[in-house]
């Protein structure tokens, strides 16, 4: 309780000490006050113009439309415009179209003009919206508006121009890209074409290559053992038919006069003559099947040579009644077998020249299907690339005829710029309140300093405290009548100085609500 009673005291005697030296408050006021109360005065009024627009970026046709359109976001264009609009770009375009270039002389005039345009001209954005609020102050109501104008104009026409500048940029991307490779796919092409050509008679092998060399070891081992097979049966049938009697074996032949003599390869050999031409009008005579179908016919005719020369030389030295029915069909039989040992062996020579035909290209195989695949591999990733330009190509004319019948960007002018009909500023009042805040707390500061340099006691207790003996008794100022009649006059000097700021203060306050220009009335 004591150390708050202490502390009001202590508080109560700086108040004391500041009123004693109030005359430092009265100096400082009237130093600064005044003199910041004209200042305020004479600035210039400042006038602000504004405009609010709002951005319709909803559209009918784009849903309808779905994927065939490409997907261009409105909402993001309209946001990088509002974003670059106040660019350097665009400020110089504003201060030329406002006519602002032509008061900045020099290029660092011309600097600090765009300079200060950037940092003047607001763009600010309800929070949610696509309305806009576009500001800006002068000292010149009409360049004001028409700086707002200018802007307003160059964020319309700068939405809507980008949305045109992008579809045009867009087509002439699309279409260089789509010449570029469709001039790579036809080289891509060529190269394929002339790898084909090359390599005509490896090409069927891939893929297959060693499945085929494969199944042609396989058929010859078949052949062979078939061959072995047959030989036997020809040697235990011949075995045989030396034990008997050689008889005629009825080849048809019906008599000795008879010019042409039948045998039963003849329908054979005439089908597989058929086959030969057909086979010969699609192919070359290099050909697999044209020279086995060759060398099959060759030995055929030669089993049928061979039948014709046994019955003519039989008929001629032998008696066909001596030969025995039985000995008839061994005889038939081994000239079957004859006639198929015959066609076995076409079969190996042809398995032979397949098979070393085959491995003679085995090194060679892998390398041309590895050619192949990286050239098709080459030829579908540029095939792809053109398809899909020349379908985004296609989308994009879409959405230009979509952006021509329906603009995707739709700007409505909430209020349009008007010239000021009052200031915007300076803030005078508040300016006329801090300045006189400022007056008074410099004031009050420098007297409280004084009185704490030059300190005055104004209670017994103070001497007290300054000494360190008691005080027993105070003794009143014989003069205390003058004294008195001296502190009112000082109170009362001090209240019309004072109450003078305030005036002063009321004054200008008055004046700039009135809306009245000082320094048009005053005499220059």
């Not at 790579?184 to 490896?202: G, P, T």
């Not at 299907?369 to 591999?377: K, M, P, V």
Request: hydrophobic share 40%; proline share 3%; aromatic share 6%.
């Amino acid at each position: 309780m004591q150390d708050l009673e202490q502390t009001i005291h202590m508080v109560l005697d700086f108040i004391r000490g500041i009123w004693i030296k109030k005359r430092y408050l009265m100096v400082c006021s009237w130093l600064i006050c005044p003199l910041g109360f004209f200042y305020v005065s004479t600035l210039p009024n400042v006038y602000e113009s504004d405009a609010r627009v709002f951005v319709d970026t909803r559209s009918v046709l784009r849903p309808l439309l779905g994927n065939m359109v490409m997907g261009s976001n409105p909402d993001e264009e309209l946001r990088m415009m509002a974003t670059t609009l106040k660019s350097r770009d665009n400020i110089e375009k504003i201060a030329r179209e406002a006519d602002l270039d032509v008061t900045a002389i020099g290029d660092e005039a011309y600097n600090q003009l765009i300079n200060d345009l950037t940092e003047d001209i607001k763009l600010n954005s309800a929070r949610g919206s696509n309305e806009y609020t576009i500001s800006y102050q002068n000292e010149d109501r009409e360049m004001a508006r028409t700086v707002v104008q200018e802007t307003l104009d160059l964020f319309v026409e700068g939405a809507l121009g980008n949305t045109r500048s992008d579809s045009e940029t867009t087509a002439r991307f699309l279409d260089d890209q789509i010449a570029d490779y469709e001039s790579q796919l036809a080289e891509s092409e060529q190269r394929l074409a002339d790898f084909k050509r090359q390599y005509s008679d490896i090409l069927p092998l891939q893929g297959t290559f060693y499945a085929n060399l494969q199944d042609m070891r396989t058929q010859l081992e078949t052949t062979r053992l078939t061959m072995k097979e047959t030989a036997q049966q020809i040697e235990a049938m011949k075995a045989q038919t030396r034990k008997a009697k050689k008889a005629s074996d009825g080849l048809g032949v019906r008599n000795e006069n008879e010019q042409v003599l039948r045998t039963r390869y003849d329908d054979r050999i005439l089908a597989l003559e058929e086959r030969l031409d057909s086979l010969r009008l699609r192919f070359t005579d290099q050909h697999p099947d044209v020279i086995e179908s060759s060398n099959l016919l060759e030995a055929l005719k030669e089993v049928r040579d061979k039948e014709i020369a046994a019955y003519k030389s039989q008929d001629t030295g032998e008696d066909n009644s001596l030969m025995s029915e039985s000995d008839r069909q061994l005889r038939l039989e081994i000239t079957r077998l004859e006639g198929q040992m015959a066609s076995l062996k076409v079969r190996e020579n042809d398995a032979l020249q397949k098979i070393a035909s085959l491995q003679s290209k085995i090194d060679l195989v892998p390398q041309v299907e590895a050619e192949g695949t990286a050239l098709n591999r080459d030829y579908d990733i540029k095939k792809e690339k053109y398809e899909e330009f020349l379908s985004r190509r296609e989308a994009a004319r879409v959405t230009e005829r979509a952006d021509r019948a329906s603009d995707d960007l739709q700007f409505e002018i909430l209020r349009p710029p008007m010239v000021p009909e009052r200031p915007s500023g300076p803030k005078r009042i508040l300016f006329y309140t801090g300045i006189l805040i400022v007056g008074f707390g410099v004031g009050i500061g420098l007297a409280f300093l004084m009185s704490m340099l030059t300190p005055v006691l104004v209670r017994g207790q103070q001497l007290a405290d300054l000494t360190g003996f008691p005080i027993w008794g105070t003794v009143s100022h014989l003069e205390l009548i003058r004294i008195k009649r001296r502190n009112k006059l000082r109170v009362a000097v001090f209240a019309l100085s004072s109450g003078s700021i305030f005036a002063i203060y009321a004054g200008f306050v008055m004046l700039d609500i009135l809306n009245v220009d000082l320094m048009s009335r005053l005499p220059i």
